[in-house]
């Protein structure tokens, strides 16, 4: 039997709590409920819930859904949605920085909930994949990092710079926005700054230039890149 996708449920409302915890049984997720950020705390402590997602309200009595927050950061990477009547562009950002993978703005709809969690879980679940990707003469591979082109390696590949080769040659044939390519590459979301990308895609030409002439990245004008034809 294939075992349910463990969801907690961490919101003090009651209402709010079961109608979220009916919502996601139909679903077809497990759920365990929490009602004060000292009770997920201690859930989350005692490892009973072995969950893969966390819905968390801010607004807790014994510890705030803040700590709560930093205190699942500090332990490792499970999804955490906030829950939040916070409407501000600067505290939203806030949660997003803070180690909050999305939120949702309350009052919210359930099946915007529903499809949040599904894309983070989705990057969880995500089927094992070769340990190599090549485009033409371009080879990366994913144990050393490494990126290739004719079995000559290219200088001092960065992480980031990696990541935005790899989400490329994955699709060669798709054109992507700066803000996919971003968010892809740094895992945050994009706040609408480009140079910092920019420069990224200029460093990656100049080092596939040291080994070939042939062009690799395409810029294309208004929308963002993809891999040369």
């Given at each position: 039997m294939e075992q349910k996708t463990t969801v907690l449920i961490v919101e003090d409302d009651t209402d709010i709590n079961n109608l979220l915890?009916?919502?996601?049984?139909q679903a077809g997720y497990h759920t365990v409920q929490a009602f004060s950020g000292?009770?997920?705390?201690?859930?989350l402590q005692m490892n009973q819930t072995a969950c893969s997602l966390v819905l968390l309200d801010l607004m807790l009595p014994g510890i705030s859904g803040e700590e709560v927050l930093r205190e699942?950061?500090?332990?490792?990477?499970i999804p955490v949605i906030v829950l939040t009547a916070k409407d501000s562009l600067d505290e939203k950002i806030g949660l997003l920085t803070s180690g909050?993978?999305?939120?949702?703005?309350?009052p919210f709809e359930i099946q915007e909930v529903l499809a949040r969690i599904q894309v983070q879980l989705r990057h969880i679940q995500q089927e094992p994949e070769s340990c190599n990707l090549s485009y033409k003469e371009l080879m990366l591979d994913r144990e050393s990092f490494e990126v290739r082109i004719s079995d000559t390696s290219l200088p001092k590949i960065t992480k980031q710079e990696f990541a935005i080769l790899e989400l490329l040659i994955k699709h060669p044939k798709q054109v992507f926005s700066k803000e996919d390519i971003f968010e892809?590459?740094?895992?945050?979301?994009?706040?609408?700054?480009t140079k910092t990308l920019d420069v990224h895609i200029s460093n990656i030409r100049k080092k596939i230039k040291t080994v070939t002439e042939e062009e690799y990245i395409e810029t294309v004008w208004g929308i963002g890149y993809r891999l040369h034809a």
């Open positions: 915890k009916t919502a996601l049984r000292t009770e997920a705390r201690m859930l699942i950061r500090k332990a490792g990477n909050a993978d999305d939120y949702i703005t309350k892809y590459a740094w895992e945050e979301h994009y706040m609408g700054e």
